[in-house]
């Protein structure tokens, strides 16, 4: 029996910061695929460097609208899906290899992910499972943002004690450029979250505070030093900015 393939595919927009080390820890897969959305930097050149196979995508705020497409490009049956700021360590890569070995392999496979904010990991969020290793045939990812693929087929997930296998997620975003993306963000969350209760100002109180204490006391963000309590305290921010831009939009 011919051993099955594994693509990785990686969205990217102006991700020369990143890519280079993001493609570095693919080396060993069967192919990359870079979907790119026209970026104006050095991206396609270092996608280029490392001969993957590079196609483009019509430019959007968020990438989910892209994923679907870029899946579809993938030459191989079992595709891995990558952000351009993260790295998959080679224990991952070797244990993906196995795993589609075997019999009982699912449809999809969801993976943990450690977080780093500031240049430092972040335990509070961690495992942050995240489904990305999918068949190619079996997925459709919703184009909302955020949006978790739906998978034809059984779902597995790997075991969050096996922190050798957990995404490196390296965030290297500048707090300048972070709260651009909460206002992005949140623009977008509106169009698919307005509720009246998001006007109310106990729900505003209550629920932007409860974020920060998940955040900071439950999940264990005091543990992160003062990057812990800036991560908790921009969840805070996210909530209650999405609380004032439906109340903007849609009155009382």
């Known amino acids: 029996m011919e051993p099955q393939k594994i693509a990785a595919v990686v969205n990217t927009f102006n991700s020369e910061r990143t890519l280079e080390a993001t493609l570095q820890s693919l080396a060993g897969f069967d192919q990359i695929v870079v979907c790119d959305m026209y970026s104006e930097d050095a991206t396609r050149e270092i996608a280029e460097r490392h001969r993957c196979k590079i196609v483009f995508f019509e430019r959007c705020n968020f990438v ?28 991952l890569r070797d244990y993906l290899y196995d795993y589609i070995g075997r019999e009982s392999a699912a449809k999809g496979l969801r993976i943990p992910r450690l977080n780093h904010f500031m240049d430092r990991p972040m335990w509070s969020t961690y495992p942050d499972m995240i489904l990305r290793f999918v ?77 920060f204490f998940k955040s900071y006391f439950l999940k264990g ?29 849609n009155g009382r």
Not at 160 to 166: M, N, S
Not at 199 to 210: C, E, G, K, Q, V
Request: glycine residues 2%.
């Open 64 to 91: 989910e609208p892209a994923r679907n497409y870029a899946i579809s490009q993938a030459d191989c049956p079992w595709v891995l899906v990558v952000d351009s700021d993260e790295k998959v360590p080679s224990a």
């Open 221 to 249: 963000g005091f543990r992160d030093g003062k990057e812990g309590f800036i991560m908790a305290y921009l969840s805070f921010i996210y909530r209650i900015m999405l609380c004032f831009k439906n109340i903007e939009k």
């Open 135 to 211: 068949s190619r045939d079996h997925v459709d990812w919703p184009e909302t943002i955020h949006a978790t693929p739906r998978i034809d087929g059984p779902v597995e997930s790997i075991d969050p004690k096996r922190k050798d296998l957990a995404f490196i997620h390296n965030d290297q975003a500048t707090l300048h450029e972070y709260f651009a993306k909460l206002n992005n963000y949140t623009d977008k969350e509106l169009l698919r979250r307005t509720r009246k209760k998001y006007a109310s100002i106990p729900y505003m109180f209550f629920t932007a505070h409860l974020r």
